[in-house]
Nanobody, 118 residues
Framework: QVQLVESGGGLVQAGGSLRLSCAAS????????MGWFRRAPGKERGFLAS???????TYANSVKGRFTISRDNAKNTVYLQINSLKPEDTAVYYC????????????WGQGTQVTVSS
């Protein structure tokens, strides 16, 4: 069982930055692939970025260059740095975890709201 708790969301002006955090429980955090997703109003949840146990990262094309995923295994935490925020980044942001070799994410956090004002 893995519990994930996101934080760091809020209201920010366009052009600003945020760093989202996702704290995970469990002794084997370092072995999990961690991902960030978001659900914008009226849209389905979509993949943003992932980072595996070795630090290898993958990004959705739409966020490359503005979003950076990182992890601190000593703190059982994964981060998502978002720069040059746009109103269309307004969404609930979720982190999730999956074991190596699995295709699906099986543990999810409750989400953190990011609202970008123009």
């Amino acid at each position: 069982q893995v519990q994930l708790v996101e934080s760091g969301g809020g209201l920010v002006q366009a052009g600003g930055s945020l760093r989202l955090s996702c704290a995970a429980s469990g002794r084997t955090f370092g072995s999990y692939t961690m991902g960030w997703f978001r659900r914008a109003p009226g849209k389905e949840r979509g993949f943003l970025a992932s980072i595996n146990w070795s630090g290898s990262t993958t990004y959705a094309n739409s966020v490359k260059g503005r979003f950076t995923i990182s992890r601190d295994n000593a703190k059982n935490t994964v981060y998502l740095q978002i720069n040059s925020l746009k109103p269309e980044d307004t969404a609930v942001y979720y982190c999730a975890s999956r074991l190596p070799g699995q295709m699906t994410y099986d543990y999810w956090g409750q989400g953190t709201q990011v609202t970008v004002s123009s």
